[in-house]
């Protein structure tokens, strides 16, 4: 019987690309689930768990990303203050569509000790113009 092993990445052997995504129109759920898979690598057939191998990825036109549904007037972002009944509410109507979509990104990442790495490599803007034109990102489309 043949000896089949898996293979594992090396250090080494990750090169990281750098895509383009423009969101204008797209659900924010449905942009998000694209990017946190282009984030971890998992699209790519040598993917390894312990290694971080995705890719850069730059949103542009974060503020034309669209909410489905109510969620713009009863969608509800909560933090805590640290001090007892420091509970605070912002309606998704006040909060900026690129923090939006940072945080959706990040609930979709695996709680691990590589999800602030893999966040490191996400970069979101507002508008049409971004500034890393010379890394020569590729243009993708979200499905």
């Given at each position: 019987m043949a000896d089949f092993k898996t293979y594992q990445k090396k250090a080494g052997e990750v090169a990281h690309k750098w895509i383009v995504i423009d969101v204008?129109?797209?659900?924010?759920?449905r942009a998000a689930t694209f990017i946190a898979t282009r984030l971890t690598g998992k699209y790519d057939p040598s993917f390894t768990p312990h290694m971080d191998s995705g890719?850069?990825?730059?949103?542009?036109n974060a503020d034309?990303?669209?909410?489905?549904?109510d969620k713009t007037d009863t969608k509800a972002y909560y933090h805590h203050t640290g001090f007892p009944g420091g509970i605070k509410e912002t309606i998704a109507r006040d909060v900026p569509m690129a923090s939006i979509i940072e945080r959706a990104v990040r609930g979709m990442l695996p709680k691990n000790k590589l999800q602030a790495d893999r966040m490191a490599r996400l970069r979101v803007f507002a508008g049409a113009d971004h500034d890393h034109t010379a890394q020569q990102p590729q243009k993708m489309e979200v499905k």
């Open positions: 204008t129109g797209v659900p924010v759920g890719d850069y990825v730059v949103v542009v034309m990303a669209k909410l489905t549904g």
